[in-house]
Nanobody, 124 residues
């Protein structure tokens, strides 16, 4: 059974940094693409980044390029999202999700398994 657990969220001042973690289990890491999404109150869930574990290729949403960095540690079956220069508009619940395959896209419907999310709140 695929299981994803996010951690690392919290309250931070604008301009600060956070590193989110997503611990994964129940599947072979290299067979899946893994993504980070976020959902702010009253807004639709949006993709921010995804990674193809087999070769480390990444894709970022335009809104986060240059500030968000996704990485992985296959030995720990964990992916990370480093968020720098945080802005109040980054406030959201952040989710990791996986789909079986190699296609890198930030389409919500593509992803089969989701974690429970971790809250990131950025104060101005």
């Amino acid at each position: 059974e695929v299981h994803l657990v996010e951690s690392g969220g919290g309250l931070v001042q604008a301009g600060g940094s956070l590193r989110l973690s997503c611990a994964a289990s129940g599947f072979t890491f290299d067979d899946y693409a893994i993504a980070w999404f976020r959902q702010a109150p009253g807004k639709e869930r949006e993709g921010v980044s995804c990674m193809r574990s087999s070769d480390g290729s990444t894709l970022y949403a335009d809104s986060v390029k240059g500030r968000f960095t996704m990485s992985s540690d296959s030995a720990k079956n964990t992916v990370y999202l480093q968020i720098d220069s945080l802005k109040p508009e980054d406030t959201a619940v952040y989710y990791c999700a996986v789909h079986r395959g190699i296609l890198l896209r930030l389409w919500v419907f593509m992803y089969d398994y989701w974690g429970q999310g971790t809250q990131v709140t950025v104060s101005s």
